[in-house]
Protein backbone atom coordinates (compact mmCIF):
# COMPACT_ATOMS: atom_id res chain seq x y z
CA UNK A 1 0.00 0.00 0.00
CA UNK A 2 2.94 2.67 1.05
CA UNK A 3 4.34 1.57 -2.25
CA UNK A 4 1.39 2.25 -3.96
CA UNK A 5 0.98 5.53 -2.66
CA UNK A 6 4.76 6.40 -2.96
CA UNK A 7 4.28 5.36 -7.12
CA UNK A 8 1.42 7.81 -7.48
CA UNK A 9 2.74 10.93 -5.92
CA UNK A 10 5.86 10.21 -8.14
CA UNK A 11 3.15 10.24 -10.83
CA UNK A 12 1.35 13.38 -9.89
CA UNK A 13 4.63 15.28 -8.63
CA UNK A 14 7.64 15.33 -10.92
CA UNK A 15 10.86 17.57 -11.03
CA UNK A 16 9.30 19.59 -13.72
CA UNK A 17 5.93 20.44 -12.17
CA UNK A 18 7.14 20.54 -8.32
CA UNK A 19 7.88 23.85 -8.30
CA UNK A 20 3.75 24.94 -8.95
CA UNK A 21 3.15 22.57 -6.68
CA UNK A 22 5.01 24.21 -4.10
CA UNK A 23 3.68 27.80 -5.06
CA UNK A 24 0.31 26.08 -4.90
CA UNK A 25 1.31 25.01 -1.41
CA UNK A 26 2.18 28.28 -0.40
CA UNK A 27 -0.58 30.19 -1.70
CA UNK A 28 -2.76 27.91 0.28
CA UNK A 29 -1.73 28.64 3.67
CA UNK A 30 -1.00 31.80 2.75
CA UNK A 31 -4.84 32.72 1.54
CA UNK A 32 -5.91 30.94 4.83
CA UNK A 33 -3.17 33.25 7.00
CA UNK A 34 -4.16 36.38 5.38
CA UNK A 35 -7.66 36.03 5.37
CA UNK A 36 -8.13 36.17 9.26
CA UNK A 37 -6.36 39.58 8.80
CA UNK A 38 -10.27 40.62 7.58
CA UNK A 39 -12.37 37.94 7.79
CA UNK A 40 -12.91 38.96 12.00
CA UNK A 41 -13.66 42.15 10.95
CA UNK A 42 -17.67 41.88 10.23
CA UNK A 43 -17.73 39.17 13.32
CA UNK A 44 -17.03 41.60 15.54
CA UNK A 45 -20.44 42.97 16.72
CA UNK A 46 -21.20 39.64 16.52
CA UNK A 47 -18.01 38.41 19.14
CA UNK A 48 -18.97 41.47 21.35
CA UNK A 49 -22.36 40.58 21.95
CA UNK A 50 -22.66 37.05 22.27
CA UNK A 51 -19.08 37.14 24.59
CA UNK A 52 -20.21 40.72 26.08
CA UNK A 53 -16.50 42.02 25.10
CA UNK A 54 -15.42 45.23 25.94
CA UNK A 55 -13.83 47.72 23.27
CA UNK A 56 -10.42 47.36 24.72
CA UNK A 57 -11.15 43.39 23.77
CA UNK A 58 -12.98 44.12 20.67
CA UNK A 59 -9.92 45.98 19.46
CA UNK A 60 -7.27 43.60 20.57
CA UNK A 61 -9.09 40.93 18.87
CA UNK A 62 -7.36 42.41 16.05
CA UNK A 63 -4.78 43.86 17.64
CA UNK A 64 -3.13 40.97 18.89
CA UNK A 65 -3.20 38.99 16.10
CA UNK A 66 -1.50 42.17 13.77
CA UNK A 67 0.83 42.94 16.79
CA UNK A 68 2.29 39.27 17.32
CA UNK A 69 2.26 38.36 13.44
CA UNK A 70 4.64 42.25 12.83
CA UNK A 71 6.95 41.26 16.16
CA UNK A 72 7.93 37.93 15.26
CA UNK A 73 7.76 38.16 11.29
CA UNK A 74 11.41 38.85 11.02
CA UNK A 75 12.39 36.50 13.35
CA UNK A 76 10.72 33.36 11.92
CA UNK A 77 12.05 34.68 8.70
CA UNK A 78 15.85 34.66 10.66
CA UNK A 79 14.91 30.56 12.10
CA UNK A 80 14.14 29.93 8.85
CA UNK A 81 17.25 30.64 7.13
CA UNK A 82 18.76 29.31 10.03
CA UNK A 83 17.07 26.03 10.67
CA UNK A 84 15.22 25.40 7.53
CA UNK A 85 12.05 27.59 5.93
CA UNK A 86 10.24 24.38 5.16
CA UNK A 87 10.44 23.19 9.01
CA UNK A 88 9.88 26.61 10.21
CA UNK A 89 6.82 26.86 7.46
CA UNK A 90 5.23 23.59 9.09
CA UNK A 91 5.63 24.51 12.37
CA UNK A 92 3.52 27.65 11.62
CA UNK A 93 0.92 26.21 9.84
CA UNK A 94 0.34 23.81 13.21
CA UNK A 95 0.52 26.25 15.29
CA UNK A 96 -2.07 28.31 12.89
CA UNK A 97 -4.09 25.40 13.11
CA UNK A 98 -4.84 24.45 16.17
CA UNK A 99 -4.90 28.18 17.75
CA UNK A 100 -7.92 28.42 15.73
CA UNK A 101 -9.54 25.37 17.10
CA UNK A 102 -9.07 27.09 20.22
CA UNK A 103 -10.33 30.16 19.44
CA UNK A 104 -13.33 28.73 17.38
CA UNK A 105 -14.08 27.40 21.37
CA UNK A 106 -13.33 30.06 23.14
CA UNK A 107 -15.96 30.95 26.14
CA UNK A 108 -15.12 34.43 26.77
CA UNK A 109 -12.77 37.46 25.57
CA UNK A 110 -9.85 36.52 26.81
CA UNK A 111 -9.05 33.41 25.44
CA UNK A 112 -9.89 34.81 22.37
CA UNK A 113 -7.53 37.25 22.74
CA UNK A 114 -4.96 35.14 23.78
CA UNK A 115 -5.17 32.67 21.31
CA UNK A 116 -5.54 35.70 18.46
CA UNK A 117 -1.68 36.26 19.71
CA UNK A 118 -0.42 32.83 19.60
CA UNK A 119 -2.22 32.41 15.70
CA UNK A 120 -0.30 35.47 15.14
CA UNK A 121 3.17 33.90 15.77
CA UNK A 122 2.06 31.09 13.88
CA UNK A 123 1.17 33.32 10.82
CA UNK A 124 4.60 34.69 12.00
CA UNK A 125 7.15 31.43 11.37
CA UNK A 126 4.59 30.73 8.41
CA UNK A 127 4.50 33.96 6.20
CA UNK A 128 8.36 35.33 5.98
CA UNK A 129 9.27 31.10 4.39
CA UNK A 130 6.24 31.34 2.03
CA UNK A 131 7.86 34.16 0.28
CA UNK A 132 11.30 32.85 0.38
CA UNK A 133 10.56 29.35 -0.70
CA UNK A 134 9.13 30.55 -3.13
CA UNK A 135 12.33 33.11 -4.45
CA UNK A 136 14.26 29.88 -3.99
CA UNK A 137 12.22 27.44 -6.05
CA UNK A 138 11.75 29.68 -8.80
CA UNK A 139 14.68 31.22 -11.34
CA UNK A 140 15.18 34.82 -12.03
CA UNK A 141 12.83 34.63 -15.31
CA UNK A 142 9.49 33.20 -13.52
CA UNK A 143 10.38 34.81 -9.88
CA UNK A 144 8.45 37.99 -10.75
CA UNK A 145 5.36 36.23 -12.05
CA UNK A 146 5.10 33.56 -9.27
CA UNK A 147 5.73 36.78 -6.52
CA UNK A 148 2.71 38.26 -8.33
CA UNK A 149 1.06 35.14 -8.11
CA UNK A 150 1.69 35.16 -4.25
CA UNK A 151 1.14 39.10 -3.90
CA UNK A 152 -2.22 38.93 -5.30
CA UNK A 153 -3.18 35.80 -3.74
CA UNK A 154 -2.58 37.92 0.29
CA UNK A 155 -4.76 40.99 -1.63
CA UNK A 156 -7.50 38.73 -2.92
CA UNK A 157 -7.98 37.69 0.99
CA UNK A 158 -7.77 40.21 3.03
CA UNK A 159 -10.46 41.67 0.01
CA UNK A 160 -12.76 38.54 0.21
CA UNK A 161 -12.63 38.52 4.08
CA UNK A 162 -15.28 40.95 4.66
CA UNK A 163 -17.25 38.95 2.43
CA UNK A 164 -16.29 35.13 3.37
CA UNK A 165 -16.47 36.46 7.29
CA UNK A 166 -20.13 37.93 6.81
CA UNK A 167 -21.73 34.90 5.39
CA UNK A 168 -20.42 32.44 8.05
CA UNK A 169 -21.27 35.20 11.01
CA UNK A 170 -24.81 35.20 9.49
CA UNK A 171 -25.47 31.77 8.43
CA UNK A 172 -23.64 29.66 10.71
CA UNK A 173 -21.77 31.71 13.48
CA UNK A 174 -18.77 34.01 14.27
CA UNK A 175 -16.83 30.77 15.63
CA UNK A 176 -17.35 29.52 11.55
CA UNK A 177 -14.64 31.36 10.58
CA UNK A 178 -12.06 29.83 12.85
CA UNK A 179 -13.36 26.41 12.54
CA UNK A 180 -12.67 26.54 8.60
CA UNK A 181 -8.80 26.75 9.03
CA UNK A 182 -8.05 23.58 10.76
CA UNK A 183 -9.01 21.18 7.62
CA UNK A 184 -7.10 24.05 5.42
CA UNK A 185 -4.23 23.85 7.63
CA UNK A 186 -4.26 19.83 6.72
CA UNK A 187 -4.06 20.05 3.15
CA UNK A 188 -1.35 23.05 3.24
CA UNK A 189 0.91 20.31 5.28
CA UNK A 190 0.78 17.28 3.32
CA UNK A 191 1.15 18.85 -0.39
CA UNK A 192 4.19 20.72 1.46
CA UNK A 193 5.98 17.51 2.81
CA UNK A 194 5.39 15.75 -0.61
CA UNK A 195 6.55 18.56 -3.32
CA UNK A 196 7.91 21.08 -1.24
CA UNK A 197 12.39 20.77 -0.32
CA UNK A 198 14.24 22.40 2.48
CA UNK A 199 16.32 25.22 2.30
CA UNK A 200 18.10 27.35 4.52
CA UNK A 201 21.15 30.15 3.91
CA UNK A 202 24.09 28.49 4.36
CA UNK A 203 26.15 32.07 4.74
CA UNK A 204 24.18 32.97 8.06
CA UNK A 205 25.69 32.61 11.14
CA UNK A 206 23.62 30.78 13.18
CA UNK A 207 22.56 32.38 16.29
CA UNK A 208 19.35 33.34 17.62
CA UNK A 209 19.28 36.73 18.16
CA UNK A 210 17.52 36.86 21.78
CA UNK A 211 17.97 40.40 22.89
CA UNK A 212 17.07 41.77 19.19
CA UNK A 213 13.79 39.39 20.09
CA UNK A 214 12.93 40.96 23.19
CA UNK A 215 13.91 44.74 23.11
CA UNK A 216 11.67 44.07 19.65
CA UNK A 217 8.74 42.89 21.12
CA UNK A 218 8.92 44.78 24.07
CA UNK A 219 9.11 48.31 22.04
CA UNK A 220 6.48 47.60 19.93
CA UNK A 221 3.67 46.51 22.14
CA UNK A 222 4.08 49.29 24.70
CA UNK A 223 4.24 51.56 21.84
CA UNK A 224 0.70 49.87 20.40
CA UNK A 225 -0.57 49.46 23.88
CA UNK A 226 -0.13 53.43 24.58
CA UNK A 227 -2.03 53.97 21.07
CA UNK A 228 -5.02 51.50 21.76
CA UNK A 229 -5.57 52.59 25.36
CA UNK A 230 -4.55 56.33 25.48
CA UNK A 231 -8.30 57.54 25.29
CA UNK A 232 -9.31 55.29 28.12
CA UNK A 233 -6.38 56.04 30.56
CA UNK A 234 -6.09 59.29 29.08
CA UNK A 235 -3.05 60.28 27.11
CA UNK A 236 -1.68 62.59 30.16
CA UNK A 237 -1.76 59.73 32.71
CA UNK A 238 1.11 58.16 34.41
CA UNK A 239 0.00 54.79 32.35
CA UNK A 240 0.23 55.93 29.16
CA UNK A 241 3.32 57.73 29.36
CA UNK A 242 5.22 55.22 30.96
CA UNK A 243 4.34 53.22 27.80
CA UNK A 244 5.36 55.57 25.43
CA UNK A 245 8.70 55.35 27.05
CA UNK A 246 8.86 52.01 26.92
CA UNK A 247 8.24 52.20 23.52
CA UNK A 248 10.86 55.00 23.02
CA UNK A 249 13.69 52.90 24.86
CA UNK A 250 12.86 48.86 23.53
CA UNK A 251 13.13 50.68 19.87
CA UNK A 252 16.26 52.50 20.47
CA UNK A 253 17.81 49.81 22.40
CA UNK A 254 16.80 47.08 19.71
CA UNK A 255 18.47 49.42 16.55
CA UNK A 256 21.70 49.98 19.24
CA UNK A 257 21.67 45.93 19.37
CA UNK A 258 21.30 45.35 16.03
CA UNK A 259 23.84 47.62 14.63
CA UNK A 260 26.45 45.80 17.26
CA UNK A 261 25.14 42.07 16.99
CA UNK A 262 27.27 39.01 14.81
CA UNK A 263 23.81 37.95 13.97
CA UNK A 264 21.58 40.57 13.35
CA UNK A 265 17.97 39.80 13.72
CA UNK A 266 16.93 42.60 10.95
CA UNK A 267 20.10 43.41 8.36
CA UNK A 268 20.17 47.18 8.37
CA UNK A 269 22.60 46.76 5.34
CA UNK A 270 18.98 46.36 3.78
CA UNK A 271 18.29 49.62 4.05
CA UNK A 272 20.72 50.93 1.62
CA UNK A 273 18.91 50.09 -0.87
CA UNK A 274 16.82 52.78 -1.59
CA UNK A 275 14.22 50.65 -2.86
CA UNK A 276 13.92 48.07 -0.08
CA UNK A 277 13.17 51.18 1.80
CA UNK A 278 10.67 52.05 0.08
CA UNK A 279 9.04 49.46 -0.44
CA UNK A 280 9.11 48.86 3.13
CA UNK A 281 7.79 52.47 4.03
CA UNK A 282 5.09 51.52 1.48
CA UNK A 283 3.85 48.48 3.11
CA UNK A 284 3.39 50.73 6.22
CA UNK A 285 1.36 53.56 5.19
CA UNK A 286 -0.50 51.47 2.53
CA UNK A 287 -1.65 48.94 5.29
CA UNK A 288 -2.15 51.44 7.62
CA UNK A 289 -4.64 52.92 5.57
CA UNK A 290 -6.62 49.85 4.67
CA UNK A 291 -6.68 48.19 8.13
CA UNK A 292 -7.95 51.48 9.31
CA UNK A 293 -10.83 51.26 6.38
CA UNK A 294 -11.67 47.70 6.75
CA UNK A 295 -11.80 48.24 10.69
CA UNK A 296 -14.25 50.93 11.35
CA UNK A 297 -16.30 51.09 7.84
CA UNK A 298 -17.25 47.07 9.36
CA UNK A 299 -18.47 48.79 12.28
CA UNK A 300 -20.46 52.14 10.71
CA UNK A 301 -22.32 49.67 7.77
CA UNK A 302 -23.47 47.48 11.03
CA UNK A 303 -23.97 50.09 13.51
CA UNK A 304 -24.79 52.76 12.01
CA UNK A 305 -26.63 51.80 8.18
CA UNK A 306 -27.91 48.41 10.34
CA UNK A 307 -26.64 46.22 7.41
CA UNK A 308 -26.48 42.76 8.54
CA UNK A 309 -22.67 40.63 8.47
CA UNK A 310 -23.72 39.06 5.33
CA UNK A 311 -24.75 42.56 3.65
CA UNK A 312 -21.93 44.07 5.29
CA UNK A 313 -18.83 41.69 3.50
CA UNK A 314 -21.25 41.96 0.36
CA UNK A 315 -20.37 45.71 0.24
CA UNK A 316 -16.77 45.25 0.39
CA UNK A 317 -17.09 43.16 -3.29
CA UNK A 318 -16.41 45.85 -5.12
CA UNK A 319 -12.77 46.19 -4.03
CA UNK A 320 -12.25 42.22 -4.10
CA UNK A 321 -13.32 41.69 -8.11
CA UNK A 322 -11.13 44.59 -8.78
CA UNK A 323 -8.13 43.45 -6.67
CA UNK A 324 -8.37 39.84 -7.93
CA UNK A 325 -8.31 41.70 -11.69
CA UNK A 326 -6.16 44.10 -11.51
CA UNK A 327 -3.49 41.78 -8.96
CA UNK A 328 -2.09 39.64 -11.67
CA UNK A 329 -1.67 42.27 -14.37
CA UNK A 330 0.12 44.25 -12.54
CA UNK A 331 2.71 41.62 -11.56
CA UNK A 332 3.00 41.44 -15.01
CA UNK A 333 3.26 44.69 -16.06
CA UNK A 334 6.15 45.00 -13.30
CA UNK A 335 8.37 43.17 -15.15
CA UNK A 336 7.90 45.03 -17.99
CA UNK A 337 7.69 48.87 -16.76
CA UNK A 338 9.26 48.76 -13.51
CA UNK A 339 7.11 48.67 -9.45
CA UNK A 340 7.77 52.00 -9.41
CA UNK A 341 4.89 54.11 -11.51
CA UNK A 342 2.35 50.91 -10.49
CA UNK A 343 3.05 51.49 -6.84
CA UNK A 344 2.73 55.38 -7.09
CA UNK A 345 -0.48 55.23 -9.62
CA UNK A 346 -2.03 52.25 -6.75
CA UNK A 347 -1.52 54.42 -3.74
CA UNK A 348 -2.39 57.73 -5.53
CA UNK A 349 -5.65 56.04 -6.15
CA UNK A 350 -6.58 54.52 -2.50
CA UNK A 351 -5.43 57.82 -1.50
CA UNK A 352 -8.62 59.58 -3.61
CA UNK A 353 -10.80 56.12 -2.20
CA UNK A 354 -10.36 57.78 1.53
CA UNK A 355 -10.70 61.02 0.44
CA UNK A 356 -14.32 60.05 -1.62
CA UNK A 357 -15.77 58.22 1.57
CA UNK A 358 -14.40 61.09 4.38
CA UNK A 359 -17.02 62.67 3.02
CA UNK A 360 -19.77 60.73 4.53
CA UNK A 361 -22.71 62.42 6.61
CA UNK A 362 -25.56 60.93 8.54
CA UNK A 363 -27.39 61.23 5.47
CA UNK A 364 -25.15 59.59 3.08
CA UNK A 365 -24.69 55.87 3.17
CA UNK A 366 -23.23 52.74 0.56
CA UNK A 367 -23.92 55.19 -2.34
CA UNK A 368 -21.06 57.53 -1.28
CA UNK A 369 -18.59 55.04 0.02
CA UNK A 370 -19.28 52.47 -3.76
CA UNK A 371 -16.95 54.36 -5.88
CA UNK A 372 -14.25 54.62 -2.78
CA UNK A 373 -14.29 50.88 -2.68
CA UNK A 374 -13.66 50.40 -6.39
CA UNK A 375 -10.72 52.93 -5.93
CA UNK A 376 -8.99 50.78 -3.03
CA UNK A 377 -9.62 47.70 -5.07
CA UNK A 378 -7.77 48.93 -7.95
CA UNK A 379 -5.12 50.93 -5.91
CA UNK A 380 -4.22 47.96 -3.63
CA UNK A 381 -4.30 45.49 -6.67
CA UNK A 382 -1.58 48.03 -8.32
CA UNK A 383 0.72 48.25 -5.07
CA UNK A 384 1.12 44.73 -3.69
CA UNK A 385 2.95 42.78 -6.27
CA UNK A 386 4.86 45.12 -6.93
CA UNK A 387 5.67 46.56 -3.55
CA UNK A 388 6.83 42.67 -2.80
CA UNK A 389 8.71 42.17 -6.56
CA UNK A 390 10.25 45.70 -5.28
CA UNK A 391 11.53 44.45 -1.85
CA UNK A 392 12.68 40.67 -2.43
CA UNK A 393 14.72 42.33 -6.24
CA UNK A 394 16.99 44.38 -4.13
CA UNK A 395 18.64 41.91 -1.74
CA UNK A 396 20.28 38.54 -2.86
CA UNK A 397 17.96 35.24 -3.13
CA UNK A 398 20.08 33.52 -0.06
CA UNK A 399 18.54 36.85 2.04
CA UNK A 400 14.76 36.08 1.27
CA UNK A 401 13.72 34.74 4.54
CA UNK A 402 15.13 37.98 6.69
CA UNK A 403 13.95 40.04 3.61
CA UNK A 404 10.74 38.51 3.56
CA UNK A 405 10.18 38.66 7.45
CA UNK A 406 11.18 42.44 7.74
CA UNK A 407 8.58 43.66 4.53
CA UNK A 408 6.17 41.27 6.38
CA UNK A 409 6.83 42.61 9.45
CA UNK A 410 6.32 46.76 7.74
CA UNK A 411 3.08 45.55 6.57
CA UNK A 412 1.65 44.01 9.89
CA UNK A 413 2.98 47.08 12.22
CA UNK A 414 1.21 49.14 9.04
CA UNK A 415 -1.97 47.56 9.99
CA UNK A 416 -1.79 47.38 13.83
CA UNK A 417 -0.97 51.34 13.55
CA UNK A 418 -4.08 52.08 11.30
CA UNK A 419 -6.36 50.25 13.64
CA UNK A 420 -5.03 51.76 17.15
CA UNK A 421 -4.52 55.39 15.28
CA UNK A 422 -8.21 55.43 14.05
CA UNK A 423 -9.47 54.57 17.46
CA UNK A 424 -7.78 56.93 18.94
CA UNK A 425 -9.42 59.54 16.60
CA UNK A 426 -12.71 58.25 16.72
CA UNK A 427 -13.04 58.37 20.25
CA UNK A 428 -11.32 61.62 20.84
CA UNK A 429 -12.84 63.81 18.35
CA UNK A 430 -15.77 62.00 18.64
CA UNK A 431 -15.98 62.59 22.52
CA UNK A 432 -15.25 66.40 21.84
CA UNK A 433 -18.56 65.99 19.77
CA UNK A 434 -20.56 64.74 22.32
CA UNK A 435 -19.80 67.51 24.27
CA UNK A 436 -21.08 70.16 22.05
CA UNK A 437 -24.23 68.03 21.00
CA UNK A 438 -25.00 67.00 24.62
CA UNK A 439 -24.37 70.00 27.14
CA UNK A 440 -27.20 68.48 29.18
CA UNK A 441 -25.71 65.42 30.27
CA UNK A 442 -22.65 65.34 32.86
CA UNK A 443 -19.49 64.86 31.72
CA UNK A 444 -19.23 61.30 33.24
CA UNK A 445 -22.35 60.19 31.20
CA UNK A 446 -20.68 61.58 27.83
CA UNK A 447 -17.75 59.67 29.08
CA UNK A 448 -19.82 56.55 29.13
CA UNK A 449 -21.39 57.25 26.29
CA UNK A 450 -17.94 58.02 24.24
CA UNK A 451 -16.45 54.85 25.04
CA UNK A 452 -19.02 53.12 22.14
CA UNK A 453 -17.61 55.57 19.87
CA UNK A 454 -14.82 53.05 18.39
CA UNK A 455 -17.76 50.02 18.34
CA UNK A 456 -19.22 51.84 15.82
CA UNK A 457 -20.90 54.49 17.63
CA UNK A 458 -23.60 52.07 18.68
CA UNK A 459 -25.88 52.69 21.74
CA UNK A 460 -29.09 51.11 22.56
CA UNK A 461 -31.55 50.39 25.17
CA UNK A 462 -34.70 51.20 26.66
CA UNK A 463 -33.55 53.83 28.88
CA UNK A 464 -30.61 55.38 25.40
CA UNK A 465 -33.15 58.45 24.18
CA UNK A 466 -33.49 58.91 20.55
CA UNK A 467 -31.65 62.14 20.63
CA UNK A 468 -28.80 60.04 22.63
CA UNK A 469 -28.40 57.90 19.77
CA UNK A 470 -28.64 60.21 16.94
CA UNK A 471 -25.79 62.35 18.56
CA UNK A 472 -23.56 59.44 19.08
CA UNK A 473 -23.73 58.32 15.35
CA UNK A 474 -23.74 62.02 14.64
CA UNK A 475 -20.08 62.22 16.50
CA UNK A 476 -18.95 58.87 15.31
CA UNK A 477 -19.61 59.56 11.57
CA UNK A 478 -17.59 63.03 12.13
CA UNK A 479 -14.64 61.47 13.87
CA UNK A 480 -14.70 58.72 11.09
CA UNK A 481 -14.95 61.17 8.34
CA UNK A 482 -11.88 63.02 9.62
CA UNK A 483 -9.84 59.65 10.50
CA UNK A 484 -10.09 58.65 6.87
CA UNK A 485 -8.86 62.28 5.94
CA UNK A 486 -6.02 61.00 7.70
CA UNK A 487 -5.49 57.79 6.23
CA UNK A 488 -5.35 59.94 2.69
CA UNK A 489 -3.11 61.73 3.58
CA UNK A 490 -0.69 59.05 4.58
CA UNK A 491 -1.68 57.13 1.60
CA UNK A 492 -0.68 60.65 -0.09
CA UNK A 493 2.37 60.77 1.48
CA UNK A 494 3.37 57.27 0.49
CA UNK A 495 2.88 57.77 -3.29
CA UNK A 496 5.38 60.37 -2.83
CA UNK A 497 7.76 58.35 -1.15
CA UNK A 498 7.39 55.67 -3.69
CA UNK A 499 8.17 58.25 -5.94
CA UNK A 500 11.15 59.37 -5.01
CA UNK A 501 12.57 56.08 -3.18
CA UNK A 502 12.05 53.04 -5.18
CA UNK A 503 13.76 52.64 -8.20
CA UNK A 504 12.35 52.21 -11.94
CA UNK A 505 14.04 48.45 -12.43
CA UNK A 506 15.17 47.04 -9.39
CA UNK A 507 18.17 44.53 -9.38
CA UNK A 508 19.48 42.91 -6.66
CA UNK A 509 21.68 44.19 -4.37
CA UNK A 510 24.33 41.66 -3.43
CA UNK A 511 24.33 39.46 -6.49
CA UNK A 512 27.71 38.68 -6.54
CA UNK A 513 28.84 35.16 -6.10
CA UNK A 514 32.01 35.64 -4.41
CA UNK A 515 30.30 37.54 -2.15
CA UNK A 516 28.29 35.05 -1.18
CA UNK A 517 31.46 32.85 -0.52
CA UNK A 518 33.11 35.37 1.81
CA UNK A 519 29.88 35.70 3.66
CA UNK A 520 29.96 32.02 4.06
CA UNK A 521 33.92 31.76 5.15
CA UNK A 522 33.65 34.48 7.68
CA UNK A 523 30.77 32.95 9.51
CA UNK A 524 32.84 29.35 9.57
CA UNK A 525 35.61 31.50 11.03
CA UNK A 526 33.00 32.92 13.64
CA UNK A 527 31.78 29.28 14.61
CA UNK A 528 35.32 28.34 14.94
CA UNK A 529 36.54 31.32 16.93
CA UNK A 530 33.41 31.00 19.13
Known amino acids: MTARLVAHRQRLITEENRRWWTLGAM ?122 TWAGVSAMALAIGPVFGGFLTQSVSWRAIFFINPPI ?50 WG ?17 FVQIELRSRAPMVDFSFFRSRSFLGSNLVAFFVTFAMFSQFFFLTLYLQNVLHYSPLQTGVRFLPSTIVIIAAGPIAG ?48 MGLVMSPMSTAAMNSVDRTKAGVASGTLSMSRMVGGTFGV ?31 SSLGAGGSVSGAHVSHQIVTATNNAFISALGTGLTVSAITALAAAVLAATLIQRKVTAGVPAVAEQQASGEAAVARELAA
Open 27 to 148: CFALFMMMLDNTVVNVALPSIQRDLHASLSALEWTINAYTLTLAVFMVTGGRLGDIFGRRRLFLIGVVVFGISSLVIGLSPNGTILVAFRAIQGIGAACMMPATLSIITQTFPAEQRGMAIG
Open 185 to 234: ALIAVAVTLFATRESRDETVDRRVDYPGIATLTLGLTALVLALVEGNSWH
Open 237 to 253: STRVIALFSVAVIGLFS
Open 332 to 379: RLSDRIGPRPLITLGLLLVSAALFIQSGITPHTGYGLLLPGFILMGLG
Open 420 to 450: AVMGALVTAIGTSELASSLPHLSAATRSTIA
